[in-house]
């Protein structure tokens, strides 16, 4: 489980309970800003400790069981293999979901996403973007991918992007 998906499932717990993001932090002797980015995918680690705390304050609990093995694609780990054959350093699962849920390549690895944009097969794009789409606000993904590729000067006005985002 990436740390993305328990933010995502965080977010919808305290929605669902009528809780802002500064309720929720106070209660459970975080900042804000620490609970905005682990809901947004942006925050880098967290640990057992502040995990347990905030699922606390929602009724849920963190809890280990067996990996089940799923029959959907990983679409991320395909995209991150596909883009990183042509390069010395390979762009980890980890910056390719960050990037995509903030809008920023990681730093040194911007080849790897022109690449990505304009040499990736269309259905693992969309695939890619459904992945992380998931773990987001609706519609952040795709906003964010037209981001980057402003930012890398990729051109998206191609019939082939058109089917993507």
């Known amino acids: 489980m ?3 998906e328990i933010g995502a499932a965080i977010r919808k717990a305290r ?3 009528g809780l802002t993001q500064a309720d929720l932090a ?9 609970l905005n980015r682990l809901e947004n995918g942006l925050f880098p680690d967290l640990g057992v400790k502040k995990a347990d705390a905030i699922l606390e304050q929602l009724g849920m609990q963190l809890a280990v069981r067996p990996a089940t ?5 990983d679409f991320i780990a395909m995209a991150c293999a596909s883009v990183s054959v042509s390069f010395r ?3 980890t699962p980890d910056e390719l ?5 903030s809008g920023r390549p990681a730093p040194g690895k911007e080849a790897h996403f022109v690449a990505l ?3 990736a097969p269309p259905a693992l794009l969309r695939g890619l973007i459904a992945q992380v789409g998931k773990w987001g606000k609706p519609g952040k993904v795709e906003t964010n991918v037209r981001k980057i590729a402003r930012a890398l ?8 992007w058109r089917k993507i985002v």
């Open 2 to 4: 990436r740390l993305q």
């Open 15 to 17: 929605q669902a309970n």
């Open 26 to 34: 106070a209660a459970a002797g975080l900042s804000r800003t620490t």
């Open 69 to 73: 093995r799923t029959t959907q694609p």
């Open 89 to 91: 350093n390979t762009l």
């Open 97 to 101: 979901v960050h990037a995509l849920l």
């Open 117 to 119: 944009l304009e040499e």
């Open 153 to 160: 000067d990729v051109s998206l006005k191609s019939e082939r």
